[in-house]
């Protein structure tokens, strides 16, 4: 302990260590950010390349480059690897980074937790990816890992799935503590819960979301767990079990997982929206309160995943209910947006693009969302491509769009330099038309009866799968440009003012550009 | 520039040519043949439609102010924020939308529970990866394999119509009669889909499931599993074909005709070559998805039988883990799916096969008699 103090009086307004240790031992939120940045963006990478694998295979009808049971090991890695280790680590890195920025604050509340929390994911992951080398191959049965595939049927890798799902949960849930305590403890004086920006507020509440869920999932894998090992029967019917109770236990996680994946990029969106359009955001208030009855209500209707597994009539009747209610403070966010740009003075840089991107397009998500809530018509959704276009709507110009909007907006605060407008305006149009030709013909394959998660297909779907497959690709090779428009912004660039963007508002745009290592050591004060 | 212009448009016309060739562009539901699928249809199409409206008043809005309130254009930034009037209205309208959308939804779910007063019972239960269907009022029942040819999967052979959407033994129902399916699975979970009757409902192991339909038009019907279920979950197709009822009453006669004659061909004395002809194409439907045609097997979740100590010499052991399966693993109980002579003649042909020249054979009888020890 004294040897800690003892470096820290020695010098004392110390920038980063040197060399490798810096990374493994930094307590710093602008290094851990940084780290969880570059992880999520490898891990989408990877991730990307199994949808590539995916796309590929469903190029034409027939099997042509991998066998079924491989195929399946793409579709379980492939949406494990996006959510786990892209989408959630991604707004992680960005609260790293900018919670403190936004709130006045010196570092994250608990910052040795934060290294841990960070160094726990790559472990995870080596877990989770080694297993597509072990014998009988990787996961196979879904992100969503039902049992009694999962189970008595899963390969024998399920284990080392498990226990990476554990990690990673441990990580989460720290990542969350952290948040919590920050938040509410080392505002600016004169930050009032209702003054915070709309991505703290957001973050706050997804936190909450993370605490209350991830413990759930640790159980439902622990109990799968028990099942393959130690002879229970939790999941396996011929032992009493109940293989429609993993569903529930599964979707009680998995529902509000889906918000904790969208409210941050919520956030981030509100504020970027108001930047460009150079007015305040419409309904500050009503935006918090929606945020937070979403959030509540996301523990109210997980069935409506589930509505053919044969649920009593009074259940499904709550569960569409309950589902379509979301949509009343869902659409409270979007007509908020549309009423800021509204009679703004609008300019669109590519954090812009994006943004209105994830207005138009998520809100499309959403309309498919209403409709799988009605739950008759569902028995004729569920299941098929319907539901993929519908979850990729809501995931990749939701919150993919999101975080590229964020990473734009804040690269220069980052950086120290702009980044290369022209190169980010070509990104953003190559991935919106990539997305678009990729997902919106999904939509007619689920409605024309093609199910998912199948290697191959019946002939009158080949013409749709194809010009999916084109947009899969184009808007997967596209994401290497990010990576180099980055590099480049990184590397160089015109220097950045401390406000690059004459619309923004907030804290973090009061340090210089690059933020210094340390800032806001002596508080701000917030009017 | 000029050559490479045109190589690049032969090329874009080849890539597309195929596609505007076959050309198969459905872009929406079918409103199906049932009552139910009708009504499904119609509530599909009216929540697409409050969609549309919606996303064109907002998307409107939005693009409105994108082409005239840009910066570029000079527009000055109006100041307005919070107004109590607008965000009650924008909760209020959606919420009457929602209830208004909620009531036809509701009639219609209460309606497709109703499974009361059927006129034919049909038990259907999953397999990985083929469906069985059990006639409970007539006393047969019967697999249904996806009869597609490898060949054709592998791009060996030209595609079929019903590409992967075929089966050697389709279901029979009758037109216009109430026909409620009991829908449970003997492995992991499946998912019984018939898009043109508006009938999906998971086949879950423990549990037994209802739904019912009633068909009016008489046609062959198709769907596919839609609940992962393993390896070969993309190749368990469904094939209905409802019939009249005169012909529905001839096909039972004669099912039950067939059951009872297979019943009795367990009585028959049987010769190596004939049960290993019928081995053969047992093995085929019930076996070869997993231990593959030429007996290695797919390690190690589905061992080799070729070469394997169990069918060269454990004979005893051969017969329990087919019979009854290895619980905790993939391996089913055989039992209950096939019959005396399939059984006798699935475990001859693997005994046999493949370079496993034991010459050893079971007969019908000796499973018959395992069966009745047990």
């Keep these: ?96 980074w900018m919670l403190p920025l936004m709130v006045g604050a010196p570092d994250m509340a608990l910052p040795r937790m934060n290294n841990w929390s960070f160094w726990l994911l790559p472990c995870a992951f080596l877990i989770l990816v080694s297993t597509l080398f072990m014998q009988g191959g990787a996961p196979d049965f879904g992100w969503t890992f039902y049992a009694p595939l999962s189970t008595t049927y899963g390969p024998p890798s399920t284990t080392f799935f498990i226990f990476a799902v554990h990690i990673m949960g441990v990580s989460s849930i720290m990542g969350a503590i952290n948040v919590i305590a920050t938040i509410l403890n080392m505002r600016a004086p004169g930050m009032t819960l209702m003054k915070m920006p709309l991505f703290v507020w957001t973050w706050l509440i997804t936190a909450f979301l993370l605490i209350a869920v991830m413990p759930v999932l640790a159980g439902v894998v622990t109990m799968m767990l028990m099942d393959i090992h130690f002879g229970t029967s939790f999941f396996d019917a011929s032992g009493g079990g109940d293989p429609v109770l993993f569903q529930h236990v599964f979707w009680f996680f998995g529902h509000p997982e889906v918000y904790i994946m969208i409210l941050p990029a919520f956030g981030a969106i509100s504020h970027i929206v108001s930047a460009f359009s150079r007015k305040p955001l419409f309904g500050y208030a009503s935006m918090v309160y929606a945020v937070g009855a979403i959030a509540i209500m996301s523990f109210m209707v997980w069935a409506h995943h589930m509505f053919t597994v044969g649920m009593p009539l009074a259940g499904q009747l709550f569960f569409m209910y309950a589902t379509m209610l979301i949509a009343v403070p869902t659409g409270v966010k979007v007509f908020n947006w549309v009423t800021t740009m509204f009679r703004g003075s609008l300019s669109f840089e590519a954090p812009m693009l994006f943004s209105v991107a994830f207005i138009i397009l998520f809100t499309i998500g959403g309309f498919s969302g209403l409709m799988l809530a009605i739950a008759p018509a569902d028995f004729q959704y569920h299941d098929t491509y319907f539901v993929v276009a519908h979850f990729h709507y809501v995931l990749v110009p939701g919150a993919i769009f999101g975080i590229f909007a964020s990473a734009y907006f804040w690269l220069p605060k980052w950086t120290g330099h702009m980044y290369d407008e022209t190169l980010a305006k070509t990104h953003f149009w190559l991935s919106f038309i990539g997305m678009n030709l990729a997902f919106f013909p999904m939509h007619f394959l689920g409605l024309a009866g093609m199910p998912r998660r199948i290697p191959d297909y019946a002939l009158q779907f080949t013409d749709f799968n194809m010009i999916s497959s084109i947009g899969a690709f184009m808007f997967g090779a596209t994401q290497l440009l990010f990576l180099f428009i980055v590099v480049k912004c990184v590397k160089g660039g015109k220097k950045a003012p401390a406000k690059p963007w004459d619309g923004a508002e907030g804290l973090e745009w009061t340090v210089p550009s690059p933020a210094p290592y340390h800032t806001f050591s002596t508080p701000p004060e917030v009017k | 520039m000029r050559v490479h212009a045109k190589r690049a448009v032969a090329l874009a016309a080849g890539l597309l040519l195929p596609v505007t060739v076959m050309a198969d562009w459905t872009m929406n539901m079918s409103p199906g043949v049932t009552s139910t699928s009708n009504q499904i249809f119609s509530l599909h199409m009216t929540i697409l439609w409050i969609c549309v409206a919606i996303g064109v008043i907002v998307f409107g809005v939005m693009f409105w102010s994108i082409f005239a309130h840009r910066k570029s254009r000079g527009a000055k930034p109006a100041n307005f924020h919070e107004n109590t009037v607008v965000e009650v209205l924008w909760t209020i309208i959606p919420l009457a939308i929602l209830v208004a959308m909620a009531i036809p939804a509701t009639a219609t779910l209460v309606e497709m529970y109703d499974t009361t007063e059927s006129d034919v019972d049909i038990k259907i239960t999953g397999y ?156 085929a439907t019930a076996c070869a998805s997993c231990h593959q045609a030429d007996g290695t097997g797919l390690p190690p979740a589905f061992p080799a039988l070729k070469g394997s100590q169990m069918a060269l010499e454990d004979m005893e052991g051969h017969i329990d883990i087919v019979v009854n399966g290895a619980p905790g693993t993939a391996m089913q109980a055989f039992g209950n799916q096939l019959s005396e002579v399939d059984l006798a003649a699935v475990i001859t042909y693997e005994r046999n096969a493949w370079g496993n020249n034991t010459g050893e054979m079971v007969t019908p009888k000796e499973i018959f008699d395992y069966k009745n020890q047990q």
């Excluded at chain 1, 009808?61 to 680590?89: C, D, K, R, S, W």
């Excluded at chain 2, 033994?169 to 216009?176: D, T, W």
Aim: net charge negative; aromatic share 12%; charged share 25%.
């Design chain 2, 128 to 283: 990985q990866w083929r469906w069985q269907y059990e006639y409970i009022d007539d006393d047969f029942s019967f697999f249904s394999n996806m009869s597609t040819p490898r060949d054709q999967i592998r791009n060996r052979q030209a595609k079929g119509e019903h590409y992967l959407l075929e089966v050697d033994n389709p279901l029979v129902i009758p037109v216009g009669k109430k026909v409620r399916f009991l829908l449970t699975a003997n492995d992991v979970i499946h998912s019984w889909w018939v898009p043109a009757f508006g009938v999906k409902k998971d086949a879950i192991p423990g549990f037994i499931n209802e739904t019912w339909t009633r068909v009016d038009v008489p046609g062959t019907y198709r769907g596919q599993c839609t609940e992962l279920c393993g390896k070969d979950h993309g190749f368990m197709p469904v094939v209905v074909k409802a019939v009249p009822e005169e012909e529905y009453n001839e096909w039972v006669a004669e099912q039950r005709e067939m059951a009872e004659m297979e019943r009795q061909l367990t009585e028959k004395d049987w010769t190596l070559d004939e049960l290993m002809e019928r081995g053969e194409r047992a093995y």
């Design chain 1, 1 to 96: 302990m004294s040897a800690v103090a003892d470096t820290h009086t020695q010098d004392h307004h110390h920038g980063p260590a040197k060399g490798i240790s810096r990374w493994l031992l930094t307590t710093n939120h602008k290094d851990i950010g940084s780290m969880y940045l570059i992880f999520s963006f490898a891990m989408f990478l990877l991730g990307g390349s199994m949808a590539m694998v995916i796309r590929a295979e469903l190029f034409q009808p027939g099997l042509q480059i991998v066998e079924p049971e491989f195929f399946n090991q793409m579709t379980t890695m492939h949406g494990l690897i996006m959510v786990f280790g892209a989408v959630m680590p991604a707004f992680v890195g960005l609260a790293n």
